[in-house]
Nanobody, 121 residues
């Protein structure tokens, strides 16, 4: 079971980035998958997640209306489109998966490596 995150980079405030998370070794069917982020020295926070079983999605209040999570089932990938980026969105973003909602919010069983997003002028 592997998750591979990509798509981070440097972007100006107000800009756009799309993060990708590719799953291998398992299919994303019947999983909760999404994104956490962490700033060095701060606690990790969840950003967004979706259930591949029923399509339900959740967003942290800090990103609601700006970020969109989606899935490409054929490619076994999940994406996070980030618009109107703010300096406070700067963090290392991690994709994570768990078979259960409770598990995902508490401590996902599968993690990808982080991808750094820097929002700065």
């Amino acid at each position: 079971v592997q998750l591979q995150a990509s798509g981070g980079g440097l972007v100006q405030p107000g800009g756009y980035l799309r993060l990708s998370c590719a799953a291998s070794g398992f299919t994303l069917d019947y999983y909760v998958i999404g994104w956490f982020r962490q700033v060095p020295g701060q606690e990790r926070e969840w950003v967004s997640c979706l259930s591949t079983k029923d399509g339900n999605t959740f967003y942290a209040d800090s990103v609601k209306g700006r970020f969109t999570i989606s899935r490409d089932s054929a490619k076994n990938m999940v994406f996070l489109e980030m618009r109107s980026l703010k300096p406070e969105d700067t963090a290392v973003y991690y994709c994570a998966a768990d078979p259960l909602w409770s598990g995902w919010f508490k401590s996902p069983t599968s993690w990808g490596q982080g991808t750094l997003v820097t929002v700065s002028s």
